[in-house]
């Protein structure tokens, strides 16, 4: 059983490296005037530390000290609860990248869960990941637990909305039944039932703020197709229903496949010839389909349907007029 000399050491041990890994160069009187232990006890600690496999070398000077340089080897590592938690949802984000990382990164996730308060483990357990993807929203990561938890707990969310190109909440404050909070595309959406509008929605996480508490409890509802991924990416795609393009068309293009494959996006590229090739694909428009397929630099021959070709007469017109 530790005593309690043995549990003061430890808990300055601790300090004194997260002192350390704070800044730099560190003088030996302001540790010890930090720590309340003599330049001497801090000498012994420090000697504990580099035993433990912690690099820290002695820094010259009139008030000499200490200082943590990268080593060789992987010593202990020492975080934060902040520090924790963001390292946990990273690595359960990386289980899903398909990085070719997924068993490291959790064994990794399991061996720092195994060591984190309970209170801690059960904030990250709260969070739940639908689809992985490149990450890189700006939400904080107490709105991500928060938004996690209420889909976990099932909890009808209150919060205001800011709307594209408006600063400001846009109206009153929403109100979702949350099923799943899902990354894609370097953002969070938040994907729900609406009660007042009878209908799904989806949300883009960075743009909610959250009122509490949150609403009352609600049964479990399966997303149109039961698979959420495919769900989102159906509505990005302007569908209410099925995961594809409502716009979809074919032609042939005056350029090598090679030219074409890299912006073809999730069309369909067949090789005609040394500069001809065939491209199958879609958008939420017909309009918007003709001008993304104008945008090869080359002659494009449309296959169909009639309404692509139509497409491209209008975009046709609009550049004429623009051009005068």
Partial sequence: MPTASSTTTSSRLLSLLSMLQARRDWPGMLLAERLGVSERTVRRDVDRLRELGYPI????????????????????????EEQAVALAVALRMAVGTGAGIEEAAARALATVRQVMPSRLRQRVDALEISAADSVRSPVGIDVLLALSAAVRAGEELRFDYRSPGRPEDDGPPRRVQPHHLVARHGRWYVVGWAPERED??????????????????FGPREVPGGDVAAFLSARFKGSDNADA?????????????????????DGVVEELGPARTRLTTGSWSWAGLAASLARFDCEIEVIGPPALREAFAELSGRAARAAR
């Fill in 57 to 80: 070398q002695a820094v010259k000077g009139p008030d000499g000290g200490y200082r943590l340089e990268a080593g060789s080897q992987v010593p202990p590592l020492l975080f934060d």
């Fill in 245 to 265: 393009w409502p716009c979809r068309g074919e032609v042939v293009l005056g350029l090598p496949a090679a030219d074409v494959a890299p912006f073809a996006g």
């Fill in 200 to 217: 799904w929605r989806i949300y883009r996480a960075d743009r909610m703020t959250l009122r509490v508490p949150n609403g009352p409890r």
